[in-house]
């Protein structure tokens, strides 16, 4: 009786510590990533490094260029892809009878979403660029981008839609309020900060996208800032993969790249926070 | 008896197969409180909600029979629902009010309804809340948020707020079943005042609430309504055996 209590005390002891483990293994991952990168890049960030035009070949200067020209692209995505997504979301969850179709919708939003990035970038390539003629440009990588992030901001939304409490909806239509203005007046409201989060959550994810903007947006070098939506850029992810793969002078080159890593992680993160702050300003709001 | 402003007319009412609603006929008195009673999942909630047509937001539901409003039949294809909804308010079980400050939650029928001018909905809104008896509790805090209140101001502030549409019959469901006896006293007496002006019909699961508040009484059972009569009647001298078991306690 005593050695079996004892025995289920230390498997309890074991597991536990095997799980606190696999945690900690996790987060040292991360911190590894983020360590090296911040080690190799440190070095070169400066005032200059964020807000000068590269220089002698990338070997000098900096990368405001690629800074300002993901600044447009994650901008123009959000632009287009969040009225497509929030609205796309009102209507599965608003308006649609449950059945079949709407099962379908949201099995086709899921997969969009695991489609690689690289056939978006194809996808962009054939459509925007050749077929509407927008060229290599901002244009046509925002726009693709826009494809790329509209799962997440779709998803983001039904849930923030779904979560407004249906007592909401009775008690303005019990008011006389037709389903357009309740959803304005009321649901749109409630589920707005959860959407904003989505959206967010968006903007870091394609401010880190390489592949559906090498075809259709962006470029290794640029001597001019971008003067029109159709002018091709240079983007952060987009430089990095540059700096390393084509670079002539790797010794130079190669700790601009971590550098330039380390000024998208920061954004990125930096976003994340702004996320997490709403969120969490959100849920303040209706725990009251 | 008084004028009928309501009057249901052989109603069934289905969800998909199941019917849960058999051939109800029933007049609602003006001016009248009349209180529905009955074991959970009776039909007295669905009855409620057939008045207003909040039953229609249900997928794959059907409806058969009557409800005359005025002697008009609210479920015609020529009546419009959401000038319905504006004469048949509506108070929750649950305290719902809106995640907006307490002026915007009354104030929020009327701007829908196309009322713009501040003066007009300062008006609206402190006579709604008077109607309410909440004005003096909130009076100095009208731009704080409504999810501040306590349950039972927020309840008064849901029927605040339906009052502020100027319905003509107000349908409460289980509108003190979330309240503390104080609060729910509170609402007790308010249903008093408010029969003066409006038709009330009250869903309640408390026995002594129904006889306190109400004029007449429907007891339904499984879908049927076993029986209606004055309020009085039903709680001394039923006719039905079934409806003197229910009050006494013998089941539900």
Same mark, same amino acid.
């Given at each position: ?12 002891? &074991? ?36 807000? +000068? ?16 020209? +993901?600044?447009?692209? !994650? ?53 925007? !660029? ?11 990588? *925002?726009?693709?981008?826009?494809? &790329? ?14 979560? &407004? ?5 009775? +008690? ?55 003067? +029109? ?5 240079? *983007? ?5 993969? *540059? ?7 790797? *010794? ?9 890593? !380390?000024?998208?992680?920061?954004? !990125? ?20 | ?43 007295? %909630? ?30 015609? %294809? ?49 006579? %709604? ?15 704080? %948020? ?107």
């Amino acid at each position: 009786m005593e050695s079996k209590l004892i025995k289920r005390k230390l498997t309890e002891k &074991v597991i536990f510590n095997i799980l606190g483990l696999f945690l900690w293994i996790s987060i040292a991952i991360l911190g590894i990533i983020i360590f090296f990168i911040f080690k190799r890049g440190i070095g070169v960030i400066s005032w200059e490094f964020i807000t +000068s035009m590269p220089a002698n070949g990338m070997t000098e200067g900096g990368i405001f260029p690629a800074i300002l020209g +993901s600044f447009y692209l !994650v901008s123009g995505s959000i632009l287009f892809a969040t009225p497509l997504g929030v609205f796309a979301a009102i209507y599965m969850t608003e308006y649609a009878k449950k059945g079949r179709l709407i099962r379908l919708i949201r099995i086709g939003v899921n997969n969009l979403a695991g489609v690689p990035s690289v056939v978006f970038g194809l996808f962009g390539l054939a459509v925007f !660029v050749k077929y509407l003629n927008f060229g290599v440009s901002i244009l046509s990588g *925002a726009l693709t981008l826009a494809i &790329v992030i509209l799962p997440t901001i779709i998803r983001a939304s039904e849930e923030a839609l779904i979560s &407004v409490p249906d007592e909401y909806r009775e +008690s303005s239509l019990a008011l006389g309020a037709t389903k357009w203005q309740t959803i304005k007046n009321v649901v749109l409201p409630a589920a707005i900060p959860g959407i904003l989060t989505g959206c967010i959550l968006g903007v870091g994810r394609v401010a880190g996208e390489t592949a559906p903007i090498i075809f259709t947006a962006a470029t290794f070098f640029s001597m001019k800032l971008p003067n +029109s939506v159709f002018s091709e850029v240079m *983007a952060l992810p987009y430089h990095i993969y *540059a700096l390393v793969t084509t670079g002539t002078f790797p *010794a130079k080159q190669v700790p601009f790249a971590y550098g330039t890593a !380390v000024v998208l992680l920061v954004l !990125v993160l930096l976003i994340n926070l702004a996320a997490i702050i709403l969120r969490i300003r959100y849920s303040k709001k209706f725990s009251n | 008896m008084g004028k009928n402003k309501m009057e249901v007319k052989n109603l069934d009412f289905y969800y998909d197969d199941f019917k849960a609603l058999k051939n109800i006929n029933m007049p609602l008195e003006e001016n009248k409180v009349t209180a529905l009673i009955g074991p959970s999942g009776c039909g007295k %909630s669905t009855f409620l909600r057939t008045l207003n047509r909040m039953n229609d937001l249900i997928d794959k539901t059907k409806v058969e029979g009557e409800v005359l409003l005025d002697g008009k039949n609210i479920y015609s %294809s020529e009546v419009d629902v959401v000038e319905l909804r504006k004469k048949v308010g509506m108070v929750f079980q649950q305290p719902n009010p809106f995640p907006k400050s307490i002026y915007d939650n009354v104030a929020y029928g009327p701007r829908i309804h196309g009322i713009k001018d501040n003066a007009k909905l300062d008006e609206i809104v402190e006579k %709604s809340l008077r109607g309410a008896a909440l004005f003096d509790e909130v009076k100095n805090r009208l731009n704080d %948020s409504a999810l501040g209140l306590s349950g039972g101001q927020q309840q008064r502030l849901c029927i605040a707020r339906a009052l502020a549409v100027t319905p003509e019959v107000l349908l409460m469901d289980e509108p003190a079943s979330a309240l503390d006896p104080v609060a729910t006293a509170k609402i007790e007496d308010l249903i008093a005042e408010l029969k003066n002006n409006y038709t009330i019909v009250i869903v309640t699961h408390n026995m002594q609430q129904a006889a306190r508040v109400s004029e007449l009484t429907g007891f339904f059972l499984m879908g049927d309504l076993v029986e209606f009569d004055k309020t009085d009647k039903i709680f001394e001298n039923p006719a039905d055996q079934r409806t003197e078991d229910y009050i006494t306690g013998r089941f539900g």
